[in-house]
């Protein structure tokens, strides 16, 4: 069988360059707006294609480490390339952060952007590997997301989904139940709440300080959102068809988006929150 281009994509999650412009790369500057002093050591977690390090590297000479942690080897591979210039300033580690490995740093900053919602239910063993690898008056930068859900937990791009598979045949409200029985939790029951987040949170760190934007995602047409949620998403959501339904479903997710933003003027919004966590010492798992 002959892959499309964007099915070949998302068996990568290539493209992420380009496609996270569109919404996760304005996560980026803002938190880094928010670190303060001289940092030494780094750590990115989710560090995807090394953005933020490179930022990072550029911005704060005093960086003596800049650290990835990544599961994905393609994403591993384009972030050493990007970073190369840096030399032994950079260190870029395969890693699950469903079951983190402890690492020999201790890191001024740990920063992780757009990820936690994939280490759904189990983010406890994340956040307990970072308050142990902050040096002391350490920060962690936090950025989640947090998208309507509706009664069946779905919301967010799990909407743009669900028209889609009703476009390929599927009656709407068999979706959550097509989801559930292959296994695909909705991204709107993986981003949690978040005064539920809070809480989570509260039981490892001291939340020092939040701050709130709206992300809103605006395309010029369908082709860019095809690519952008095969980048991001990869095949999650395309998994609960037949793979000779991979291509058109892409199509379709293509389709409504470029259909939300002639009726809405968007695509979609959400609000992200970006938190400045320090370590909490005696608490948590
Ligand atoms: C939406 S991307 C965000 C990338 C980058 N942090 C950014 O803000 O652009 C999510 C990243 O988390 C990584 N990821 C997802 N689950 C993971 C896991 N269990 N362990 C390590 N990385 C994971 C993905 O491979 C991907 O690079």
Do not use: C, N
Request: glycine share 8%.
């Amino acid at each position: 069988m002959t892959l499309s281009d964007t099915e070949a994509q998302a068996r990568t999650l290539g493209g992420y360059d380009d496609a996270s412009r569109l919404r996760q790369v304005h996560d980026r500057d803002w938190v880094l707006d928010r670190v303060t002093g001289e940092p030494g050591v780094l750590v990115d977690l989710g560090s995807g294609i090394g953005q933020l390090l490179e930022a990072a590297l550029e911005r704060f000479p005093s960086l003596r480490s800049a650290v990835g942690l990544e599961r994905s080897a393609h994403r591993i591979a384009e972030a050493t390339a990007r970073l190369r210039p840096y030399g032994a300033r950079v260190a870029l580690h395969p890693a699950d952060l469903t079951a983190p490995a402890p690492l020999p740093y201790r890191a001024d900053v740990v920063t992780m952007t757009s990820v936690l919602h994939w280490l759904y239910p189990v983010e406890h063993r994340v956040l307990a590997w970072v308050r142990d690898h902050l040096a002391p008056g350490g920060s962690f930068l936090l950025t989640t997301y947090h998208p309507a859900r509706d009664a069946h937990g779905l919301g967010g791009e799990d909407d743009l989904v669900r028209a889609a598979l009703t476009g390929l045949g599927v009656p709407p409200e068999a979706v959550p139940e097509l989801l559930d029985d292959r296994g695909v939790l909705p991204i709107a029951t993986r981003t949690r709440p978040a005064d539920e987040l809070g809480e989570l949170l509260a039981g490892f760190f001291t939340v020092e300080e939040w701050w709130e934007r709206e992300a809103v995602v605006t395309v010029r047409d369908a082709a860019q959102y095809e690519h952008f949620h095969a980048a991001t998403f990869g095949d999650y959501y395309a998994s609960v068809l037949d793979p000779a339904l991979h291509a058109d479903f892409y199509r379709a997710v293509g389709r409504v988006a470029e259909e939300r933003q002639r009726t809405l003027g968007r695509v979609s919004a959400m609000p992200v929150r970006l938190w400045r966590l320090t370590a909490r010492t005696g608490g948590g798992a």
